[in-house]
Protein backbone atom coordinates (compact mmCIF):
# COMPACT_ATOMS: atom_id res chain seq x y z
CA UNK A 1 0.00 0.00 0.00
CA UNK A 2 1.29 3.60 -0.88
CA UNK A 3 0.40 6.60 0.93
CA UNK A 4 1.28 9.57 -0.36
CA UNK A 5 1.21 13.65 0.70
CA UNK A 6 2.74 16.80 0.03
CA UNK A 7 0.32 17.97 -2.80
CA UNK A 8 -1.39 21.61 -3.06
CA UNK A 9 -0.70 24.70 -4.87
CA UNK A 10 2.15 26.89 -5.38
CA UNK A 11 2.93 29.97 -7.54
CA UNK A 12 5.15 29.79 -10.25
CA UNK A 13 8.65 29.54 -9.48
CA UNK A 14 7.88 27.89 -5.99
CA UNK A 15 8.53 24.72 -4.65
CA UNK A 16 6.84 21.86 -2.94
CA UNK A 17 7.83 18.25 -1.93
CA UNK A 18 5.57 14.94 -2.11
CA UNK A 19 6.16 11.46 -0.20
CA UNK A 20 5.22 8.69 -0.62
CA UNK A 21 5.48 5.71 2.03
CA UNK A 22 5.49 2.09 0.97
CA UNK A 23 3.88 0.15 3.90
CA UNK A 24 2.85 -3.67 4.16
CA UNK A 25 5.40 -6.16 2.82
CA UNK A 26 8.58 -4.94 0.84
CA UNK A 27 11.29 -6.67 -0.42
CA UNK A 28 14.52 -5.34 -0.69
CA UNK A 29 14.60 -4.76 -4.13
CA UNK A 30 12.19 -1.90 -5.31
CA UNK A 31 11.93 1.20 -7.09
CA UNK A 32 9.78 3.86 -6.16
CA UNK A 33 8.97 6.99 -8.24
CA UNK A 34 6.14 9.22 -9.75
CA UNK A 35 3.60 9.73 -12.66
CA UNK A 36 1.70 12.11 -13.70
CA UNK A 37 -1.52 13.57 -15.64
CA UNK A 38 -2.54 16.40 -16.76
CA UNK A 39 -6.11 16.96 -17.88
CA UNK A 40 -6.52 15.91 -21.57
CA UNK A 41 -2.92 14.47 -21.43
CA UNK A 42 -1.24 11.07 -21.40
CA UNK A 43 0.28 10.35 -18.23
CA UNK A 44 3.96 10.82 -18.30
CA UNK A 45 7.30 9.05 -16.68
CA UNK A 46 8.21 11.95 -13.97
CA UNK A 47 10.94 10.51 -11.93
CA UNK A 48 12.01 6.92 -10.19
CA UNK A 49 14.55 5.51 -7.42
CA UNK A 50 16.20 1.95 -6.83
CA UNK A 51 15.78 1.96 -3.48
CA UNK A 52 18.55 -0.67 -3.46
CA UNK A 53 21.44 1.28 -4.96
CA UNK A 54 19.67 4.60 -5.09
CA UNK A 55 19.81 4.62 -9.13
CA UNK A 56 17.38 7.60 -10.22
CA UNK A 57 15.59 8.26 -13.49
CA UNK A 58 13.81 11.26 -14.87
CA UNK A 59 11.76 12.63 -17.56
CA UNK A 60 13.23 15.18 -19.88
CA UNK A 61 10.31 17.89 -18.66
CA UNK A 62 11.53 17.71 -15.06
CA UNK A 63 15.44 16.89 -15.03
CA UNK A 64 17.05 19.98 -13.26
CA UNK A 65 14.15 21.03 -11.63
CA UNK A 66 12.86 17.92 -9.54
CA UNK A 67 15.04 15.84 -7.20
CA UNK A 68 14.10 12.45 -6.02
CA UNK A 69 15.27 10.50 -3.18
CA UNK A 70 14.63 8.05 -0.75
CA UNK A 71 14.51 7.10 2.72
CA UNK A 72 15.37 3.28 3.17
CA UNK A 73 14.32 2.73 6.72
CA UNK A 74 10.80 4.26 6.27
CA UNK A 75 10.72 2.87 2.81
CA UNK A 76 9.43 6.44 1.48
CA UNK A 77 10.62 8.17 -1.36
CA UNK A 78 10.36 12.01 -2.05
CA UNK A 79 10.42 14.31 -4.78
CA UNK A 80 11.42 17.77 -4.54
CA UNK A 81 9.95 20.08 -6.95
CA UNK A 82 11.64 23.03 -7.61
CA UNK A 83 11.18 26.17 -10.16
CA UNK A 84 7.68 24.95 -10.49
CA UNK A 85 5.83 25.83 -13.87
CA UNK A 86 1.92 25.81 -14.90
CA UNK A 87 2.81 23.32 -17.27
CA UNK A 88 3.16 21.04 -13.96
CA UNK A 89 -0.32 21.25 -12.87
CA UNK A 90 -1.25 17.13 -12.75
CA UNK A 91 -2.16 14.49 -10.68
CA UNK A 92 0.75 13.04 -9.03
CA UNK A 93 0.71 9.02 -8.84
CA UNK A 94 3.10 7.16 -6.93
CA UNK A 95 4.14 4.02 -8.11
CA UNK A 96 6.04 0.68 -6.75
CA UNK A 97 8.04 -1.55 -8.54
CA UNK A 98 9.99 -4.88 -8.04
CA UNK A 99 13.17 -5.87 -8.91
CA UNK A 100 13.20 -3.53 -12.20
CA UNK A 101 16.44 -3.34 -14.57
CA UNK A 102 17.29 0.34 -15.37
CA UNK A 103 15.70 -0.19 -18.95
CA UNK A 104 12.32 -0.59 -17.62
CA UNK A 105 12.20 1.96 -14.91
CA UNK A 106 10.60 4.85 -17.10
CA UNK A 107 7.94 2.16 -18.27
CA UNK A 108 4.21 2.39 -16.91
CA UNK A 109 3.78 -1.44 -16.98
CA UNK A 110 6.88 -1.75 -14.45
CA UNK A 111 5.06 -0.89 -11.59
CA UNK A 112 2.35 -3.11 -10.00
CA UNK A 113 1.21 -0.68 -6.77
CA UNK A 114 0.02 2.34 -7.84
CA UNK A 115 -1.15 5.48 -5.23
CA UNK A 116 -4.51 7.42 -5.07
CA UNK A 117 -2.80 10.47 -6.71
CA UNK A 118 -1.82 13.95 -5.25
CA UNK A 119 -2.71 16.94 -6.87
CA UNK A 120 -0.34 19.36 -7.69
CA UNK A 121 -1.18 22.90 -9.10
CA UNK A 122 0.68 25.83 -10.10
CA UNK A 123 -0.74 29.20 -10.77
CA UNK A 124 0.98 31.43 -13.04
Known amino acids: QLQASGGGLVQAGGSLRLSCEAS????????MGWFRQAPGKEREFVATIRFRDGITAYGATVKGRFTISRDNAKNTAYLQMNSLKPEDTALYYC???????????????????WGQGTLVTVSS
Open 95 to 113: VLGRRLIMSSMRSQSSYGN
Open 24 to 31: GRTSSDYT
